[in-house]
T-cell receptor, first 111, second 113 residues
Framework: SQTIHQWPATLVQPVGSPLSLECTVE??????LYWYRQAAGRGLQLLFY??????ISSEVPQNLSASRPQDRQFILSSKKLLLSDSGFYLC??????????FGPGTRLTVT | ELKVEQNPLFLSMQEGKNYTIYCNYS?????LYWYRQDPGKSLESLFV?????AVKQEGRLMASLDTKARLSTLHITAAVHDLSATYFC?????????????FGKGTKLSVKP
């Protein structure tokens, strides 16, 4: 069966510091992968998606970047965090029916 | 621009009552998804509706899809406290191979004794 992992689970970072969040998927090959952000009490905002290694599409301009160095690894990064980057970051992979399965999430607080 | 609108956004119910959450979307789509999110947790997939007239049921929840009306409903029967959560609908508005979903803002359901 497929499993999706995210780490870290929680993170507190000062403004201006770098960020690296990691997502890995097990049990499937060549999945579509997604990064979302959910601000407190809000809906989901799609940040990036990837249909293959090295292929990244961005949905909104922002302070973040994404990379997919391996088939089942998706990384979200920033060189300098802003206060507005705080939120709950969710990684997801899509099945052949495009049903998305979400990881446990990373709660990021920028101070 | 594809829009997905849910209503109500907040719903307070008494245990044992029935209610319906509505999800309207603004473009043609044959696929609609319902998710549940508990406070502080990730999203859990509830239903995948793949065609007009599709109906799926799991326990006290039943979801349906009318692609002609661009409407999906999530019906709650005899609500219990354990159903308290936020429910999201999402539409695959892009087709193709990306599988990008557009999510509604969510309906926060609170079931009170």
């Amino acid at each position: 069966s497929q499993t999706i992992h995210q780490w870290p689970a929680t993170l507190v970072q000062p403004v201006g510091s770098p960020l690296s969040l990691e997502c890995t998927v097990e049990g499937t090959s060549n999945p579509n992968l997604y990064w979302y952000r959910q601000a407190a009490g809000r809906g989901l905002q799609l940040l990036f998606y990837s249909v293959g290694i090295g292929q990244i599409s961005s949905e909104v301009p922002q302070n973040l970047s994404a990379s997919r160095p391996q088939d089942r690894q998706f990384i979200l990064s920033s060189k300098k965090l802003l206060l507005s980057d705080s939120g709950f970051y969710l990684c997801a992979w899509a099945s052949t029916l495009y049903e998305q399965y979400f990881g446990p999430g990373t709660r990021l607080t920028v101070t | 621009e594809l829009k997905v609108e849910q209503n109500p956004l907040f719903l307070s119910m008494q245990e044992g009552k029935n209610y319906t959450i509505y999800c309207n979307y603004s473009t043609t789509s044959d696929r609609l998804y319902w998710y549940r999110q508990d406070p502080g947790k990730s999203l859990e997939s509830l239903f995948v509706l793949l065609s007009n007239g599709a109906v799926k049921q799991e326990g006290r929840l039943m979801a349906s899809l009318d692609t002609k009306a661009r409407l999906s409903t999530l019906h709650i029967t005899a609500a219990v406290h354990d159903l308290s959560a936020t429910y999201f609908c999402a539409v695959d508005g892009y087709g193709g191979s990306q599988g990008n979903l557009i999510f509604g803002k969510g309906t926060k359901l609170s079931v009170k004794p």
